[in-house]
């Protein structure tokens, strides 16, 4: 999606019904401001605000996302080229993200073991020894879930036996056996347990 596009896009149909930017606000119970973000592409409206924005400018959705109007004739093209790329776009994010959780990862147990280690060198065995350990195991296992989270939450497992790409809730995935994100699981498809790999996309 082209922001700068959809932004002029939203800014024309808007003079084209004489409204201002303020007029525009007020009938979405939003400050001016974000009208003008959206008209610069610096954002899109909140998805609780699209349709009655639509509704106000007699555009659809479809047109908003394209930042033009479309013919009957070329919309669905346009609705494939908009869902691909949305569909590339969220993969480019899940990089991003599962880039992010192995760094973070590599981070977190280098800090935990460099605490562990200037902890055992400078403190006497007490309790404010016990206090440095017990708060950096603490921490390190906030920090484990929330890179786990990430893997969860990020693209899809893959099924060795049928290929089918799913999504896991927290519960499961965090019981299963795993390698990295590699996790033993049953398939929700062909309901077969397999060493299901993580993807990014359910595209191959």
Known sequence: MNLIKIGAFISECRKKKNLTQEQLAEKLYITDRAVSKWERGLSLPDADKMLDLCNILD?????????ERINMKDEKK???ELLLSMAKQEEIQNKK??????????????FYLGIMFLASMTLEEGPVLGVVIGLSTVLLC??????????????YYECRKCH????????F?????????????KC??????????????KEK
């Open 173 to 185: 995935a965090l019981l299963a056996p795993h390698v990295f994100t590699t996790r033993f699981m």
């Open 59 to 67: 555009i659809s959705i479809n047109e908003l996302f394209n930042g």
């Open 97 to 110: 993200l599962y880039n992010n959780m192995f760094v973070s990862y590599v981070v977190y147990i280098l």
């Open 142 to 155: 906030i920090a484990m879930f929330y890179t786990f989270k990430i893997e969860v939450d990020v693209g």
């Open 164 to 171: 089918h790409k799913y999504h896991s809730n927290y519960f």
């Open 78 to 80: 346009k609705t494939e």
């Open 188 to 201: 929700p498809k062909c309901h077969k347990w397999s060493w299901a790999r993580k993807v990014l996309s």
